[in-house]
């Protein structure tokens, strides 16, 4: 398994069908899901459970409420891949997502961390923008100092639902 998909789940129910459809299209496959519901209320880990029902490569973890951090925590030790991707239960990616981090984790072997840009849509005003990453235009890859450039811009070059990193760094921390 390349890829671990972690999404930690608290009271999400409206939104969570539409995150884990998101993991299962993409169209590079070498990956699992670990859905990690954090004491929902509501019926979200329900919801969670029929959408990766008969998905060899997912499965639902139920937790007492710990907060997400915990969530996350506790899907990482849960799995197995060598590159851990997050993604928030209210949140969905493109179907390209994991291609793409494979393509980065291929060009740039030694990285510790993998991003890409991010879009930012809010339904209730049917408005979307792809976010200011705070990086120069045309910026591809390479290095970027975190804290000088959300200091400079006001905003984050790297967000949890847009980045892999490799386990061996996760750990390490």
Do not use: H
């Not at 007492?64 to 209210?90: E, H, I, M, T, W």
């Amino acid at each position: 398994m390349l890829f671990s998909v972690i999404i930690p789940l608290y009271n999400k129910a409206p939104y969570v069908a539409k995150a884990v459809e998101s993991v299962l299209v993409q169209t590079f496959t070498e990956y699992e899901l670990v859905v990690v519901d954090d004491g929902s209320k509501d019926d979200s880990a329900e919801i969670a459970a029929k959408a990766i029902e008969n998905q060899p490569n997912c499965r639902l973890i139920r937790q007492k409420n710990a907060g997400v951090s915990a969530a996350r925590n506790n899907g990482v030790a849960a799995s197995q891949g060598d590159y851990l991707c997050f993604l928030d239960a209210d949140d969905w990616w493109a179907p390209t997502f994991l291609e793409e981090m494979a393509k980065l984790i291929t060009d740039c072997p030694d990285a510790g961390i993998y991003g890409t840009n991010y879009t930012i849509v809010n339904e209730s005003k049917g408005k979307t923008r792809v976010s200011p990453i705070g990086v120069e235009l045309g910026f591809e890859k390479g290095y970027i100092n975190y804290c000088q450039v959300y200091a400079k811009t006001l905003a984050m070059p790297l967000w949890t639902g847009a980045v892999c990193i490799p386990r061996k760094v996760y750990e390490d921390f």
